[in-house]
DNA sequence: GTTGAATGATACGGCTCCGAAACGAATTGG
DNA sequence: CCAATTCGTTTCGGAGCCGTATCATTCAAC
């Protein structure tokens, strides 16, 4: 079965989920980052900059960049590709698989809430 | 019947949704200005800066901001409150209803089409 | 009136992000 | 070997957003 959203029910989701996150005192990740995380967690390896830049649509300097904030959050971690050197392989970490998690569950958690 | 998500299909819709937005060359609305403007549009009027403020947890500068950037857009005006001049009153536009009504649909799209 | 409160806007310094270009390291191909 | 390519990073100037503090305007109370 698949998942059916009447309009407003969609709009609803969405206003819902970031109104917590706002509320939230955790520093927000922004669009491309949370683009970049969810792909890194939910596609199979490996990943590399170059990779997730087209997957993205977006330049090498934009990736580099936000693996060095989510880097710094401890949300992933990066690696030199012992196979191919020029290469970085960016890997999951435990944070950021909590981090993954528990946004899944806020999600599921509001379209639980949606009024029929 | 609730929206029941599973939390694999929780993640990829969130990440298919944000694909599509970093992909597209509009420039991309922060989450705050997200919640904002959905606010704005699915409850009822009138929205002040305060309200909007109060309803998100932050400070009032926030709101400001956030409408100028949207304002520049045409997704949002902003009047003079006749009744209390004090006051500022945040109406829809109907470039902005359209901009809302494309994202509801887009989220609908990527619903229908998540795995079982 | 005049004082005090409320509302939204603005000024300031700081931080992050952006795109384009240039760069160093590693690999490939002749 | 050595030039050309690939990969990720860094640099640069520019832009946007942030929180705090302050401001002008308007209203309310007395």
Redesign the pocket.
Known sequence: MAVNLRPVQALQLWQQIALAEVRDDAPDL?L??TAILLTIYLEPPPH????L?AHLG????????????MGRMGLVS?HRDQ??????LVKRTVEGALHVERFGDLIIAKAAELPL
Not at 48 to 51: D, K, L, Y
Request: net charge positive.
């Open positions: 922004t491309r980052q590399t900059v170059r990779g830049a977006v330049t090498k300097p934009v990736i580099t960049r936000a693996l060095d904030t990066r196979n191919d050197r020029r290469n970085v």
